[in-house]
């Protein structure tokens, strides 16, 4: 027996209604009823979520940054690179934060960040590995898995969560002595260039 009759004309589906009335009782209709109302919410969600200008936004990002490499051209900047490229995934947190409303999305997003971030940061590795390890795709993955209900990607997600946080606080310590370490390179290059013409 098909669960939505959504589809079918109002004459048509009273008569379904009636038939299935007669064959299972008056409770699974008010539960197929509950079930199309839902359905129907979460697809409005969903158009609404991906019609936004937020979504487009992190779309168009994701394109620009990973598809064309701008993530990989702007950390060959030295510090400036590393400090602009994370202000183009603050769009990816507020679909997670505001539109979806998941908080384990968006542990998993600002690891992906910071693992992003680390590696961009680590000397002459880390502007080799920008092309290659694409936070702002897999962030678009999990974020569109999200919107359209996808259950693998929603399970993968929240299995990931608990251990992310871990990551999240082991990949800032990271970065704070990455950060530090970068500094006291470039202090030490520009008392040397400056050395040179005293």
Not at 148 to 153: A, L, M
Not at 164 to 183: E, H, Q
Not at 184 to 194: K, P
Request: hydrophobic fraction near 45%; charged fraction near 25%; charge should be positive.
């Amino acid at each position: 027996m098909e669960p939505s009759f959504t589809h079918r004309s109002p004459r048509k589906r009273s008569d379904f209604k009636d038939q299935l009335t007669a064959d299972l009782g008056k409770d699974v209709i008010v539960s197929l009823d509950k079930e199309n109302e839902r359905i129907g919410k979460k697809k409005k969600r969903q158009s609404e979520i991906e019609k936004s200008k937020t979504y487009k936004l992190i779309k168009g990002t994701t394109k620009w940054m990973d598809k064309y490499f701008l993530d990989g051209i702007l950390g060959l900047i030295p510090m400036v690179g590393d400090a602009v490229t994370p202000v183009f995934s603050l769009p990816f947190l507020y679909v997670a934060i505001v539109k979806i409303k998941s908080g384990r999305l968006t542990l998993v997003i600002i690891y992906n960040i910071l693992l992003d971030i680390a590696i961009g940061l680590i000397p002459i590795f880390g502007d080799a590995a920008d092309f290659f390890f694409r936070s702002y795709k897999k962030n678009f993955r999990l974020i569109t898995g999200f919107v359209e209900d996808d259950r693998k990607i929603i399970r993968e997600v929240n299995k990931r969560a608990v251990l992310r946080t871990f990551g999240i606080i082991s990949l800032s310590i990271i970065i704070y002595f990455l950060v530090k370490t970068m500094i006291s390179i470039t202090s030490n290059f520009y008392d040397w260039v400056l050395g040179l013409f005293t």
